[in-house]
């Protein structure tokens, strides 16, 4: 770049954002325009499925929060989810700005209308394909990224000075105009006088309703733009210094069309809103809602990674049975897993991942389930996990169980990465097995503790249980940890010491918590329970005040605490290693992402795929859910035996937080998050409390990068280009690329480093033609030193999606219209019946459903021609209209409606636009309007 420098001293100064700011500031961002929409189209959709379910739907009040939408919609259990879906889809529109800063598609600049339209409708295939899979988090991930190029449309083109006051439908679809382009050479602006830019659109673009937008680049005397053009404006943008000067964005309120600012940022909010309707629309109302994290039920996975192999039956007999139980105690209640989730393996075999959110049919599949084979005795558990990470919503809790050691043990990093990107915990159940050995004795088989260690370093690093019992122990144990799977459950304190040690540990137990427990693991541990009014109990007293109950199989104890609110302390005392975990049920819980401010020319903060970076500063974006009085205080990474690392906590507005540590820890660590909510309803004073998270994580030397926003196309070679670099000390790295569905890959494995310096790799991935639209595949690519001392990661969730040449919604021809309406409604009917079909082209129509109308509809195929639906409806004249929805097998949504009454507009304008040609229009309009709805339209 030959002026570098000059370069380098703008980025420095200039951190606005290229787009809506991409933080909260007293203009709207992106991310306010994201959320508003999600909020308002989740509200429609709640209001549509009470109605449906005829039951009463109370809107919340303005403005909309995540809590109180999650209420309206009567699934407050949900709230974390809800937000936890919400806060994904904005980081990844935030991205957006950090990593394609400087393409022009990706921004709607410089009259890039046919690329940024293309960006937009080929990410909204995706999400559709993705969300027919139930692969939300992939669906989520490419709905942020096509939102912020959506979003910003109505801030960079001249859509909202034409006048328009509607969004552009045009923008979410592919086989119409986007608008009425102008070529190169036609110039667009004059200069703004001075300050003022409010009329430097030429009034012929205006007049003719030419839709543009302006041109946008960063490097002093280096950026162009063609004669006549409109710039984008403001100080990063150089191209606004070359005449004509000035600019049209309306980005905030200080832009050059910052006057504009609010009309473009509600049309930013009114065209999310569309864009999500057709995804609703493609989706059905269920599984929309399930894409933005709202579910009946209690929004958790009940997920189970189960050894098959032939040693195995009476495991897979307390599988059945325990989830037998969960789902006999809780289908109907909040409590109900949303989802289940199964994976078995085996060796050589695992998997596939078994996923339905139907009880009856998981316990059909439980009950399939048979233990056969296994070789040796080393099975691929592992692999099976690696496979459930992937699949199961982040912050599940997954139970595995085996009785064998791990065959797949060069998994283990992987697996951890995957851990700590989705936040998951992990219990595992390692039973005895029983053995014949040589003279035909049964014996009992322990694992060596060299196996176990494995297992209990993953349980122990998500924050979960490694319970090892005999397996007349394991229905117990099983049964003691599973009931404690609430949709609220909260974490209040977890640690642990290995060697074992002496540690006095403090947790605050809040007024909101109910149900407090203390899990310990390990072997010969005593300790003793000290209340917040200072009586103590110890392990040995069966008699004492404050636990109510204890349970202990195998090398796992259970205790339940009488509920006191305030400070407790727990006494530890063992030498042998030991995990300790405090829980709870409240609704107030945190989330968040390790993010890192951005060096690029609109600063911002990117989510990080990959562990920090260890012993610098580092940041984190918290946010507290369940609540919208409560307040961060503090946040502090804890790490085990040493001192806390407390963070400045800066508040960011949306219930979001931005925490600053001067370091990040080499070793494992945790964060702990304080807070306060000053206007509970449960108690007239303040409430104080604590949460940590489950997950132990690690900061590293070595930083990865990698992009992989495009699609994978089954049958092609996919390449995901990475960089690696260390401030360690350089040498030969090892490099592991990993994929969830074992694909083809090639990738390095080995690259060698020089200390702060970027080296280059590329990872192949080859999904087999077979594979399903809408799947996805987690790519992790792993660095590791020389010595093994430091590992780094990035996990990559890449969308597999089949070239859609369907574009266009199915069709509805009217067969017949027949009514007796008459002057008292409820003693007349209406009945009409339509024939859908999506064109010799086309997909085929995937569903038709009554958006509008209190009458009864039945759908059948045509016989002999499966591409063909035929819709009846009937209906009281008292519900004088219809509307269909109907939907392809890629998701182009269409609608038509119906009405007996004559020349009712909906009725005929959607007959004309879809069934009719120019010819028959015409006839239509010579011989009235009456005559044709009483015969019909063939
Ligand atoms: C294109 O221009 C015509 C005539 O100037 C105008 O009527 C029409 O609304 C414009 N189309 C759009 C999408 O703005
Ligand atoms: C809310 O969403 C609906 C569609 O569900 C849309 O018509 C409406 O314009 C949106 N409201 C706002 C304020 O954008
Ligand atoms: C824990 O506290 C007790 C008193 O409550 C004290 O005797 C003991 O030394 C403390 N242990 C540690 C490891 O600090
Ligand atoms: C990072 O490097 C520093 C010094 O070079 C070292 O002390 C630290 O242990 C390293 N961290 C990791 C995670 O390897
Ligand atoms: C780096 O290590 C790998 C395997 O450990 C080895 O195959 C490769 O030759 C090494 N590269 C160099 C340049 O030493
Ligand atoms: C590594 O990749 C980056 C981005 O793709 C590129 O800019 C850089 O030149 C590459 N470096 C080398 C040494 O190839
Ligand atoms: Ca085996
Ligand atoms: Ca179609």
Known sequence: MPSGSAVLCLLLLHTGAHGFGILPDEAESHLEITERAILNVTVQVCRAIALAEGTDFTPPVQPFTVENVAIACNTPQSSKTFRQAIQLITLMNVRVDIRHALNASFHFDDENFIQGRKIITAGLQAVKASNKQENYEAARQKLGEILHTLQDFYSHSNWVELGKIFPNPNLIRSDTSVGNLTDESTATCRSCDGDDCTNNILEVIINEQILISGYFGIVPLVSVKPKGKCSHGGAVDQTSKLDPKGGINKDTFSSNHGHL?????????????????????A??????????????????????????????????EAVRSV???????????????????LVPFNDPEFGPLIKTTDSAVFKTILNTLQESGGGDDQELSLSGLQLALSGAPSSSEIFLFTDAPAKDTH????????????QTVVNFFITDSVVVNRRRRRQTRRLSASDAQLYRDLAQMSGGQAVEVTKSELPAAVSLITESTSPSLVTLLQAARNPGKAHNFTFIVDETVTNLRVYITGSSITFTVISPTGESQQSSDTSGSLISASQSVGNFKSLQLNKQAGMWEINMVSTNPYTLKVIGQSSIDFLFDFVEVSQGPFGGFDALDTRPRAGVNGSLLVSLTGSNSATVTAVSLVESGAEEIRGVVVPQGSGNFLVQVDRIPSGEFSVQVKGRDDSSSSSSSSIIFQR??????????????????????????????????????????????????????????????????RTNGTVTLSAPLNTPSGSDVTLTIEAEAPDRS???????????????????????????????????????????SVRVSDGADGTGVDRVTLKQGNGTMNTSLLPGNENITLVS???SCCSPEMQLQVVDRVGNVGSCSYSFREGSSGALSAAIRVTLSPLLCFIMVVFGLHKLTEVGIK
């Open 261 to 281: 600012h609010t009309a473009a940022a509600n049309m930013a909010v009114a065209a999310t809103s569309g864009l999500l309707e057709d995804i609703r629309g």
């Open 283 to 316: 989706a059905g109302d269920k599984e929309f809602l399930q894409m933005v994290g709202i579910s009946r039920g209690s929004s958790k996975a009940l997920c189970f990674v189960v050894d098959t192999t032939n040693s195995m039956r009476d495991d897979i």
């Open 323 to 341: 989830t037998s139980s969960i789902i006999d105690s809780e289908v109907g209640t909040e409590n109900e897993p949303s989802l289940y989730i």
């Open 411 to 422: 998994l283990k990093s992987t697996v951890m990465a995957l851990i700590e990107r989705t």
């Open 692 to 757: 940590q998270s489950s997950t132990n994580f690690r900061g590293s030397n070595i930083t990865i990068t990698a992009d992989s926003n495009s699609i994978l196309e089954p049958g092609t070679p996919f390449s995901v280009p990475f960089s690696v670099m260390t401030s360690g000390t350089g040498g030969n790295f090892t490099i592991r690329a990993t994929n969830s569905r074992v694909f083809d890959s090639t990738s390095p494995t080995s690259l060698i480093l020089e200390t702060g310096k």
């Open 790 to 832: 430091d590992t780094n990661y990035i996990v990559l969730r890449i969308s597999i999606v089949n070239t859609v040449t369907d574009f266009t919604a199915p069709v509805c021809e009217r067969l017949s219209l027949q009514s007796n309406c008459s002057e008292n409604c409820s003693l007349s009917s209406w009945s009409v």
């Open 873 to 875: 409806y009937n209906s």
